[in-house]
């Protein structure tokens, strides 16, 4: 914190200490202290989520323009563009969506399902078309040549990269084949194989979940010993 | 004090003594990263053509996403690319403001005779929020100027003359993805893209969706990676030896109060698998 940090800086800095200290309250023991800034952490992310949207969204995209707020005008009063009133159909979707609410109404829920079933078209035809363009150049990617040539020499690195990765990929995709009879056959026997390198991902997946983790602890522990102690000197008078 | 409480005083002491004695290791180097500084080295923007970073992060991912997102953005202002900054993720509005104006303050102090102002460096448009349907829009619209419509302070694009006239997604050279959001990482991946147009992807992961990160790096769907605080720390690295008075202490500070970190869990972990051993010959030993 630099010691021209303004008096709001210093608070939210001060705050922000606070709550942290709170939160890591809790590993001494479960108490109120820590109770408090967690409620208040989910309060303030749960309103400020609509309040973005209305704000980021709702207001400067939708509501001005329809209602002509975002409409310019020189000096004499003429408009620099004029009202669009295509806008007002805007009116169509938001009424549609509004028929939400109708999962309310005992009586008129049949509504709601007509917007229900929209978006799960929607998301549905979304998510055929984003899983093809990010699988498929996966799917592409994975035919990996065996024999490398870097330069025009061989290179036994890269083959070898090449070879583990194509291994693991067979000997993984075999572990997960369930739909033929593996007793005694030469598929059945192989599939355990694909259990260590399983194990091997989950590994790396757990170790690199530690280490976000402590990185999070790096963080908190930067900003108390640094920002927060600063923050703290100055409200007692020592910054 | 339970055990639990002593393995946490280690831990905190392990952390808090790099950072109290400021104590810096050179971070180990990382070729991902090195892709990505190459990658934004040999980006060129004529007039209207800009670079697209999202900060789809918040206060839980902080720790590795926002120096990752700084090191992005400096080395994109040291080569004067207009960067537009906004994101799909609520929590991230703080960092959408914060971090580029702490990059350009940062240079400006490095180079007092060059500025970086908001406007012409970069602007910020804020949370979008519809993740896929909002990025079809967007790939899809004729000029993102007009489609993006106004900054966060409710100033008309229009108004900066960097920013008045994209153009088409097309004139987007570079898009930088800042998360540890799988989901909004893939919403990039599958809908940031149309036909004849296929964007460079850089990407700053936490480092629990790093391995997932590197199939998309495998595959060429990104094209750099910042793994991480680690991947961070080398970025700075890099842009230190071109850009020496680059001042990158603090993160390496950081990336050496982590792997003092790592290496206090290793040593947990041997005890903890010696010390059955240990007690088991004991008590055959008092028998």
């Not at chain 1, 083959?159 to 739909?179: A, D, G, I, K």
């Not at chain 1, 170790?207 to 990185?215: C, D, E, F, K, Y």
Request: proline share 5%.
């Amino acid at each position: 914190m630099g010691t021209g940090s303004s008096a709001w800086e210093i608070a939210s800095v001060f705050v922000g200490g606070l709550a942290t200290l709170a939160i890591f309250s809790f590993l001494i023991k479960e108490n109120g202290f820590y109770r408090f800034f967690e409620h208040l952490f989910i309060g303030i992310a749960a309103g400020l989520g609509p309040m973005l949207v209305v704000r980021d969204f709702l207001w400067p995209n939708i509501v001005e323009p329809m209602l002509g707020f975002s409409v310019r005008t020189y000096p004499d009063g003429t408009p620099v563009v004029p009202y669009q009133p295509l806008y007002l159909l805007y009116l169509i979707p938001m009424g549609f969506g509004c028929l939400y609410y109708f999962i309310y109404s005992k009586r008129h829920a049949w509504l709601a399902k007509i917007v229900i079933g929209f978006t799960l078209g929607t998301s549905g035809a979304l998510a055929i078309r984003g899983f093809f363009s990010e699988a498929i150049p996966q799917v592409a990617s994975s035919f990996k040549p065996l024999i490398v040539f870097e330069d025009g020499a061989f290179s036994i690195f890269a083959s070898f990269n090449n070879l583990l990765f194509v291994l693991t990929l067979l000997l993984v995709l075999n572990y997960f084949l369930f739909t033929f009879g593996r007793e005694g056959s030469a598929q059945g026997k192989i599939a355990p194989l694909g259990r260590p390198l399983l194990m091997v991902c989950f590994g790396a997946f757990f170790g690199s979940t530690v280490m976000a983790r402590l990185a999070l602890l790096v963080e908190r522990v930067q900003f108390i010993v640094r920002d927060w102690v600063a923050a703290v000197g100055t409200i007692v008078g020592f910054g | 004090m339970g055990s639990r409480r002593i393995i946490y005083l280690i831990m905190l002491v392990a952390v808090a003594a790099p950072i109290l004695l400021g104590i810096s290791q050179r971070p180990s180097r990382l070729v991902s990263a090195e892709r990505m500084y190459d990658v934004l080295e040999k980006v060129e923007v004529k007039p209207g053509e800009v670079a697209m970073v999202w900060m789809d992060f918040g206060p839980n991912t902080i720790a590795e996403n926002e120096p990752q997102a700084m090191v992005m953005i400096e080395h994109l202002f040291r080569r004067r690319v207009p960067v537009v900054v906004l994101s799909q993720y609520q929590q991230a509005e703080r960092f959408l403001s914060r971090v580029p104006q702490t990059v350009a303050r940062q240079l400006e102090a490095e180079m007092p005779d060059q500025k970086w102002r908001y406007g012409e460096a970069w602007i910020n448009v804020g949370y979008k929020p519809g993740a896929a349907i909002f990025m079809q829009s967007l790939v899809n619209a004729a000029d993102l100027s007009k489609f993006l419509g106004r900054d966060v302070n409710g100033m008309p694009l229009s108004n900066y003359p960097n920013f008045a006239a994209i153009g088409g997604v097309e004139r987007v050279k570079v898009v930088g993805e800042v998360t540890g959001l799988v989901g909004v990482f893939d919403t990039i991946i599958q809908f940031f893209q149309k036909k004849g147009y296929r964007p460079v992807i850089i990407h700053g992961c936490t480092s629990i969706t790093i391995p997932e990160a590197y199939i998309f790096l495998d595959s060429g769907q990104l094209h750099g990676l910042l793994e991480g605080i680690a991947g961070a720390a080398w970025y700075s690295e890099v842009l230190k030896k071109f850009h020496p008075q680059s001042d990158n202490k603090r993160l390496l500070v950081t990336n050496t109060a982590l792997s003092a970190a790592h290496l206090v869990i290793i040593g947990l972990i041997i005890v903890g698998n010696i010390m059955p051993f240990f007690t088991r010959w004991r008590s055959r030993g008092d028998r």
